[in-house]
């Protein structure tokens, strides 16, 4: 089992910067692709960046040159910086992992962009 728990989360205005965080735990040997999703209220859930363990990342055209996402292998643990967020980035962030052939997800946190 792969547990993962995200924060960072919060408000934020237009134009505003958060760093969101995705410590793993327990069985972390093998993990594949980690990365972040997000789902807005009422749309389907969509990849916002994914870092493979190749070192390979990439990102939803919305959020290209806006976020950035990194690692920390000592701390086991993923971060997304997001920059300049707009009204769009509004959801709630899921951070994932990949083990074998399993997908594990944290419990999401919660982002909301307002002025």
């Known amino acids: 089992q792969v547990q993962l728990v995200e924060s960072g989360g919060g408000l934020v205005q237009p134009g505003g910067s958060l760093r969101l965080s995705c410590a793993a735990s327990?069985?972390?040997?093998?993990?594949?692709?980690m990365g972040w999703y997000r789902q807005a209220l009422g749309k389907q859930r969509e990849l916002v960046a994914r870092?493979?363990?190749?070192?390979?990342?990439d990102y939803a055209d919305s959020v290209k040159g806006r976020f950035a996402i990194s690692r920390d292998s000592a701390k086991n643990t993923v971060y997304l910086q997001m920059n300049s967020l707009q009204l769009e980035d509004t959801g709630v962030y899921y951070c994932?992992?990949?083990?074998?052939?399993?997908?594990?997800w944290g419990q999401g946190t919660q982002v909301t962009v307002s002025s």
């Open positions: 327990g069985s972390i040997s093998s993990l594949n692709n």
């Open positions: 870092f493979t363990s190749i070192g390979y990342s």
């Open positions: 994932y992992a990949d083990r074998f052939s399993r997908r594990y």
